[in-house]
Each structure stands twice: as structure tokens, then as C-alpha cells.
């Protein structure tokens, strides 16, 4: 992240890097209005590199569907693709870094994965009071 950019507009330059350079199509379903802490902003830029490098690598989806919201309870970061999905019993290295990405900011993260069908990366920063 640049210094003075938000994490919608580094999210955006991210993605549109990352798309152009993949051939791989982006849907953005949300981005966040709210100002999100610094801190945050890089362990979600962390996981959603790392997340689109996973999907770029061993999905073979030709799109994938981006959600990054904050509000009142929080933050939460949804990465979807219809790709070939994998046994998430032997997710490997990248996933770990994702997780350990959210768990340094307090937060959680999920992968949800079908054979043939695709695979949903959900993680979740909790408010902090």
C-alpha cells in the first residue's frame, strides 16, 4: 500500500495488476467505504495476494469473485472461483500463510472446496472495542 491509500484503492490497483497480467477475470462484488487500520489492510492485502496466486496456480478458473467488506463487526474478505477445487485436508503452504495472515490481526480465516466445482476463501477480522 502507497502512503495515503485507502484499502479499496490498493485493492483495486491489486486486482486490476493481477487480472491484466493473468488474463484471469475479476469481479468485484464489494470493496470497503470505511477507513480500515493500517495494520489490517496489510495482512488482508497479504492473504489476497496469496489467494489470487492460489487460484492463478492450481485452480484453472477463468474468473473469480472478490468481496472485501467493513462495517461495525468487523472486516470480511470472500475470494470465490469455479475452478477444479481441491481436498482441503492437504492444503499446503500458501493456505497456512493466509491464516496466519487473519490470526496475526485477531481474525479467522476459511477455505470451503468441491472437487469440479470451485473453491471459497473466507476470512474474518473481528472489530476491535
Known sequence: MREGEGL?????ACLSDWSQRTGITVEVWALPSADVPSRTAQGVLTAM?????NVESHSG?????????????GLRMTVSDHGQG???TKAARGIARMRAAFAELGGT?????????????????????
Do not use: K, M, Q
Request: charged share 20%; hydrophobic share 45%; glycine share 14%.
Open 49 to 53: 495476494r496469496e489467494a489470487l496466486a
Open 61 to 73: 478458473a477463468g474468473a473469480v469473485s472478490i468481496a472485501v467488506t467493513a462495517g461495525s463487526g
Open 8 to 12: 479499496a484503492e490498493a485493492l483495486e
Open 109 to 129: 480465516l476459511t477455505v470451503s472446496s468441491v472437487r469440479g466445482e470451485g473453491t471459497t476463501v473466507t476470512g474474518v477480522v473481528p472489530r476491535r472495542g
Open 86 to 88: 481441491f481436498d482441503t
